[in-house]
């Protein structure tokens, strides 16, 4: 199993541009998430799904879109990038809520 | 406010030399603590879940515990394999995680 994984690593952005974050899974998880992590701070949600087609918000979810249309796939879209969002992004994966997360390498986001 | 707070930030242990870390946290009502470890440039690696006060969970090394107010990872010998950021996470709602701003772990051999 390759658990969960992210493309891509890195990513280099200018402000108001937009791209999507990949992110897969190959457990059958139900729940799925997106976290960022910054300098200082815990990992903070942004959007989280408990199934196909559906999803919502986390604590920072502004300047962020998900969609969920397959169990294994759970992709992360900025709309508009600032600086702002630079920071390192990760996916995970559990059962159900309450259960650990398995979580994938991350994308470190560079917004100049 | 729900809050989790981890100390100490940073510490350096001699290979060998036991200590524990610290998480602490204020929640209305705690569904579970879990502890995880990451490494740099990866992402964090699910090490236990605590669920009750008494609580207590071993691996290898590290030993978790847990009170009402906090949780402690007791590492026993540590070798320089076990440098790593540990992070601790409340389960604090429904799909609601709180996790710490971790404790980075130097063991020198």
């Known amino acids: 199993n390759a658990g969960v994984t992210q493309t891509p690593k890195f990513q280099v952005l200018k402000t108001g541009q937009s791209m999507t974050l990949q992110c897969a899974q190959d457990m059958n998880h139900e729940y799925m998430s997106w976290y960022r992590q910054d300098p200082g701070m815990g990992l903070r949600l942004i959007h989280y799904?408990?199934?196909?087609?559906?999803?919502d918000q986390g604590e920072v979810p502004n300047g962020y879109n998900v969609s969920r249309s397959t169990t294994e796939d759970f992709p992360l879209r900025l709309l508009s990038a600032a600086p702002s969002q630079t920071s390192v992004y990760f996916c995970?994966?559990?059962?159900?809520?309450?259960?650990?997360?398995?979580f994938g390498p991350g994308t470190r986001l560079t917004v100049t | 406010e729900d809050q989790v707070t981890q100390s100490p930030e940073a510490l350096r242990l001699q290979e060998g030399e036991s200590s524990s870390l610290n998480c602490s946290y204020t929640v209305s009502g705690l569904r579970g603590l879990f502890w995880y470890r990451q490494d740099p440039g990866k992402g964090p690696e699910f090490l236990f879940t605590l669920y009750s006060a008494g609580e207590e969970k071993e691996k290898e090394r590290l030993k978790a515990t847990l009170t009402k107010k906090e949780s402690f990872l007791h590492i026993t010998a540590p070798k320089p394999e076990d440098s790593a950021t540990y992070l601790c996470a409340v389960h604090a709602g429904t799909y609601k995680y709180i996790f710490g701003t971790g404790t980075r772990l130097k063991v020198l051999a």
């Open positions: 799904s408990v199934g196909a087609g559906i999803t």
């Open positions: 995970a994966s559990s059962y159900a809520d309450g259960y650990e997360q398995y």
